[in-house]
């Protein structure tokens, strides 16, 4: 859940370790890499603790090699334009919201990763055929900026339907859906929440009620939003945001003062859940590296060192999740949620609906 690097954009670490592991292994003309080292191609929140990584170096004798493409829909976007020369072996990054998009493509070579069997069978969206395997998941939430709210002696929103309510008029900003994963989500949400039929309705109200649209998170959550700490100093002035219900917690962990409590909150009623899934990709150089990267994904060391790196949830039954995560950022009681062939069916011409409804 890209978008997530909270501790790139916050402290800049993510990039240096970005940077270290891009530099390992090396490719030729052909993109055939050497047999030692085997690459992840993910988008640009992909983060791991050195120590996590290093561990498993050492156990398979493969070197990791990283490359990060952009965004989750830019980085699926590339993949299956290379699916037949890829840039690496294993993708890791495409959820729900853009998994058929990538199975249709032929993305994918079928692969039942070792430590399958301790996976909810929530998240095994593809369980016939084994082509992803669930990492992780998380929920797309408005967050709402806890002191604009006090001070204003205003409630905040917790549903879809107050947030097009007079009261919270010109408050809100988000995603555009064709550009970014938590726009798109947001709109699915929708979409679940009033219907086939109801949701341009909605869209048409929040835009009478003076949504704000830009092409991604970190512009929103970063520079609109008044609620996180880089947002109140670029002046942000909007204090709900569309992000993700694991923020308030990051707003915590990465305060160069620890609050007592979040400065922020996730109006429950209006949360879409996002899972994320890796795969071998289809013409993978390295397959017998592919499949231990892939396995090494489920370790309960690397699930449990997820949350603090990509502000994410394990999908392992018994990992440890962070304490921050159950005080700030609890999974959401009843996320809306669409069935993958609803989303295939649907999303262009969803999305192009949208646009021509919100942008125009």
């Known amino acids: 859940m890209h978008h997530k690097t909270f501790v790139a954009a916050a402290v800049g670490l993510g990039l240096v370790t970005m940077a270290a592991l891009t530099g390992c292994g090396s490719t030729d003309a052909k993109g055939s890499t050497d047999s030692r080292t085997v690459t992840l191609v993910s988008h640009d929140s992909w983060a791991v603790s050195k120590n996590v990584l290093k561990d498993f170096e050492k156990r398979s004798g493969y070197k990791v090699r990283v490359l990060p493409n952009g965004d989750a829909g830019q980085a699926v976007n590339k993949a299956i334009l290379t699916k037949d020369n890829p840039q690496g072996d294993v993708f890791f990054g495409v959820d729900n919201t853009l998994l058929s998009r990538a199975l249709d493509n032929g993305l994918f070579q079928p692969y039942e990763a070792k430590g399958l069997g301790t996976v909810g069978a929530q998240y095994q969206l593809d369980k016939a055929k084994h082509r992803v395997t669930p990492i992780d998941f998380g929920d797309i939430c408005v967050n709402y900026d806890k002191a604009y709210f006090e001070k204003h002696r205003l409630q905040p929103p917790q549903t879809f339907a107050d947030l097009a309510k007079p009261a919270y008029k010109n408050l809100l900003v988000t995603e555009n859906a064709a550009t970014s994963s938590p726009g798109l989500g947001f709109l699915l949400g929708s979409a679940a929440s009033y219907g086939d039929q109801g949701w341009p309705d909605y869209w048409k109200k929040l835009k009478a009620n003076g949504v704000k649209v830009v092409d ?124 993958p062939g609803k989303i295939a069916a649907n999303r262009d011409q969803w999305v192009k609906s949208w646009t021509s409804l919100v942008l125009k």
């Open 216 to 339: 991604g998170w970190e512009q929103a959550y970063y520079q609109e939003f008044s609620g996180s700490s880089e947002g109140r100093k670029a002046g942000g002035d909007r204090p709900l945001v569309v992000s993700y219900a694991s923020s308030p917690p990051a707003e915590v962990i990465y305060a160069k003062k620890r609050p007592s409590t979040a400065p922020t909150g996730v109006a429950g009623g209006t949360c879409f859940r996002q899972i994320e899934f890796a795969g071998l990709l289809s013409n993978a150089h390295n397959t017998k590296g592919g499949k231990a990267l892939v396995d090494f994904l489920l370790f309960k060391e690397f699930q449990q060192d997820m949350p603090l790196k990509m502000f994410v949830y394990p999908v392992v039954k018994g990992a440890a999740v962070p304490a921050e995560f159950t005080e700030y950022g609890p999974v959401a009681k009843n996320p809306e949620t669409l069935a």
